[in-house]
């Protein structure tokens, strides 16, 4: 039958602390830095998971997955564009022109890039960011500006602005001069990622027209399932007539994708070890206390407690110390992820300042995204490691003699 009492002495130990006001004192810190590591690993998790979650969502939801083009434009669009959508991994198509040029407007001038857009097929390449609404407002001498590039130009709706670009043809060997064209700007949008400091949508036609062209450029397309781009790439092009290319967002952002992915690695493991930490901590803690309490043991001892009795004692308050610490730094960590993204902005409003600039990150917000899975995992590891490390202090308690400890009382 399984004895209660070294369950309930090891629960008391814990509960009473130790009359060592030192080992009382490196107790607390054991139970806080395990609190806090528990706590700080959630917390991070839960805003690397949704930086990641971002990536996928509005920065791979704002660009392409794959963009199909050819030098001087997209033959019998109807046609190519029906071959690509029978594709099983294709999940819409959009037609597209896009030119560089620059934007100007009261002595200041901002590099941009112009994508000309068909609003009835762009539900699922701008929709997330402009609304059709907004794109059918555009007329032949109106643009939608992003908020990043209406800011630097001190521009708002209803403006008129400047817009140079180069003209494709040569004459002897030598470039025309830029088309210079005025119009207004109907409308502002955020994507709230790196294009709000560059992106003009325009027209589709008026935007082909400044290339040059009297077809579109190329069609963008959006995927089912985005990490097989690159074999879709090659699949479609292969179908396709001869002259057709192919770019997809593994080229534009697979880095960033990686260097998210690696920051989430190295950040947790630096985390991690505040957990480690924390543990040792409590080797620490526990093995003063059985220096504290020998004669206590030895006279548990001399009742008829076994060495496998000690043992639990003292694994008994190592399991307590990881299940306080972990379950109040989970709860810590989980209130802290659910409310970074608040408490980040008010911040940000209170101090007047933007702790995530578009200009230098992907995105301008803290995102945080919070995995229950997670929790489990980082709670389960941080008490399985407490129980783990208390095992050596238990087995040194268990060694002690009672007849070395007793024979001067």
Known sequence: MLKIFPFIIGFKNFKSGSANSLSSFISLLAIL?????????ILVMSIMNGFESEMESK?????????????????????????IEADHNVRSTMPFSRIDGMLAKNGTSLP???????????KDFIGSFASLDMLLSIKENSFLLAKGVAKKLSVEVGDMVTLLVPQSRSLGGLQFAPKIISFKVEGIFSTHTSLDQKLVLGPLK???????????????I??????????????????LPPGYRFSDWIQTHGNLYQAIKMSRKMVLLLVFFIIVAAVFNVVSMLMMTVMDKRSCIA??????????????IFLTQGFLIGAIGSLVGAIIGVCGALNAPLIVSKLESFLGISFLNSEVYPIDFLP?????????????VAMALNLTVAIYPALQAAKVKPASELKYW
């Open 33 to 41: 830095g395990l609190t806090l590591g528990v706590a700080l690993l």
């Open 59 to 83: 920065i791979l939801g704002s660009v392409p997955h794959i963009q199909i083009f050819k030098e001087r434009g997209v033959d019998d669009l109807s046609s190519i564009t029906q071959l």
């Open 112 to 122: 941009i890039e112009l994508l000309g857009v068909e609003a009835a097929k762009s």
């Open 206 to 220: 008026k935007v082909t027209e400044m290339i040059g062209f009297d077809r579109p450029q190329g069609v963008q």
């Open 222 to 239: 959006k995927l089912d399932n985005i990490f097989d781009a690159r074999e879709t790439g090659f699949r479609l092009v292969k179908e």
């Open 299 to 312: 006279i548990l001892k001399t009742l008829g407690a076994k060495n496998s009795d000690i043992v639990l």
């Open 368 to 380: 945080s995204k919070l995995i229950w899975g997670d929790i489990f995992l980082v709670v389960s």
